[in-house]
């Protein structure tokens, strides 16, 4: 079994009070390493000439992990675990955003035209002119984050409250790539009537709308009754977003290896929202090889228990995963870990691709293939060729925004992946690189400006 990388997602902070000894530190160090912990930084907070108290900064790569390192210290003579904090859940503690004032409140004056009775007639001018709710309120630059807890992230249905970190992670995110307001929107049904006329009834209030971990198949028909039913963009990023990453990242593998979409053998693993949206962006790029796999095998005409959504990718062919993969040219997964083998790999065409993205334990770990295919992708930030939807939706819910789109198309989500595999220039392109960083600035720039260039394409940009 291939050990896991130690990550701050894990990580420790340790307040240690240790004897004034020479060589106190290195026991704290070596106790630290034994039980696989990887060390990242050491602070002296106190000192006198009895003891010494030090914080310590440890990456870990796992809960239980955590727990033994910290025992591993107690268990020292003469050592005392002041503190021993989770960074991640500390980092969580009293949420991660916040609402700020945009306009100071200093004297009566300010008061007068931020409220009453100021504030009366920017109502009126909106009621004579509805146009001129985007000018006048916050709804030029705010998305809703819409969810109902029911996929969250890889840990299922886990309720609205339990999505609540996770929405507000992605506000932050849009707020930090994209300088976009996002507010977290959990709501406590499942039903999809009830979602989609909620959405509805607050639509007033945003210039977008991000659908979010909402399972399939209802995670469709929420986003493709919204889209008929609003005059705002509704972008679902668990399909959308993840497609154009993958469509970006596919593009600059296929340069690389020499190949072309039209002519390679493509198995995705994986038929939900994220495997569907990538299949079907995919065919718009011009693949024309695909075999969709979910767990019971390849997506055959003759099985009876499809959804609507599955049966656009039924082929003749039939079989095991194992099976679909044998001379496939790319595996795309969107599914669990550990489901492909170092064979299935050996049994693919020459110079094979794979992004592995099941999150956080890969369908196989890169250490097992090394050698073995041209191009490796995760959606891990401790691997290169990180497949991240941060890449994607801060740029395309800025761009709609900012030519106040009526829609998301998918021509719009093709421009973005053009726009994302085209910030690795050519002279940059390697195995280990064939996507931006998540941090590099031009991103969310050159997505957004070629999102605003597709809706003026289609004549549905308002300005």
């Given amino acids: ?29 070596q106790a630290i390493a034994a039980a696989g912990g990887n060390l990242e930084d050491i602070r002296l907070l106190e000192r006198t000439r009895q003891f010494v108290v030090r914080e310590i900064t440890v990456d870990a790569a796992s809960s239980n992990q955590a727990d033994n390192i910290v025992a591993s210290v107690e268990n020292l003579d003469q050592m005392q675990v002041l503190q021993a904090d989770d960074r991640t859940f500390k980092l969580h503690e009293g949420g991660k955003i916040e609402i700020t004032s945009r306009v100071a409140v200093r004297n009566q004056d300010d008061l007068a035209m931020a409220y009453t009775p100021g504030v009366g007639r920017v109502c009126q001018a909106i009621a004579a002119a509805p146009e001129r709710v985007y000018d006048l309120t916050v709804k030029q630059n705010m998305v809703a984050i819409v969810t109902d807890g029911s996929a969250v992230l890889g840990l299922g249905n886990l309720g609205p409250e339990g999505a609540l970190p996770v929405m507000e992670g992605k506000a932050l995110l849009f707020k930090e790539f994209a300088g976009i307001d996002a507010f977290p929107v959990c709501l406590a049904t499942q039903n999809t009537d009830e979602i989609i006329e909620t959405v509805k009834r607050i639509a007033p209030v945003f210039g977008g709308i991000n659908l979010e971990d909402i399972s399939a198949p209802r995670c469709f028909e929420i986003e493709t009754r919204l889209k008929q039913e609003l005059d705002i963009p509704v972008f679902h990023d668990d ?3 993840t497609a154009i990453v993958v469509l970006a990242a596919l ?19 994986g038929a939900g929202a994220a495997g569907v949206a990538i299949a079907l962006l995919l065919k718009r790029a011009g693949a024309q090889t695909i075999l969709m796999c979910d767990s019971k095998g390849i997506i055959t005409r003759d099985r009876t228990d499809l959804n609507a959504q599955k049966q656009q990718f039924v082929v003749t062919e039939s079989g095991t995963l194992a099976d679909a993969m044998q001379q496939a040219d790319v595996f795309l997964g969107v599914s669990a870990p550990g489901v492909v083998s170092v064979e299935m790999v050996k049994s693919m065409a020459a110079d094979p691709i794979v992004l592995a993205m099941a999150n956080p334990i890969p369908e196989i770990q890169p250490e097992l293939v090394a050698g073995l295919v041209a191009v490796m992708a995760t959606g891990r930030s401790d691997y290169p060729n990180q497949i991240n939807n941060v890449l994607a939706f801060p740029g395309i819910l800025r761009g709609a925004l900012d030519c106040r789109a009526k829609a998301m198309t998918t021509l719009m989500f093709l421009e973005a992946a053009r726009a994302i595999a085209a910030l690795v220039s050519p002279d940059k392109l390697s195995a280990e690189h064939i996507i931006p960083s998540v941090f590099d600035p031009r991103v969310a720039i050159a997505v957004s400006t070629a999102v605003q260039q597709a809706a003026r394409q289609e004549g549905i940009a308002r300005i």
């Fill in 1 to 29: 079994m291939v050990q896991l990388t130690p990550n701050a997602s894990y990580g420790l902070t340790l307040r240690l009070k240790l004897p004034n000894q020479t060589g106190m530190l290195a026991q704290v160090t």
């Fill in 239 to 241: 399909q959308h977003g």
């Fill in 251 to 269: 593009t600059n593998a296929l340069t690389l290896v020499g190949k072309s979409f039209a002519e390679i053998r493509i198995v995705i693993n």
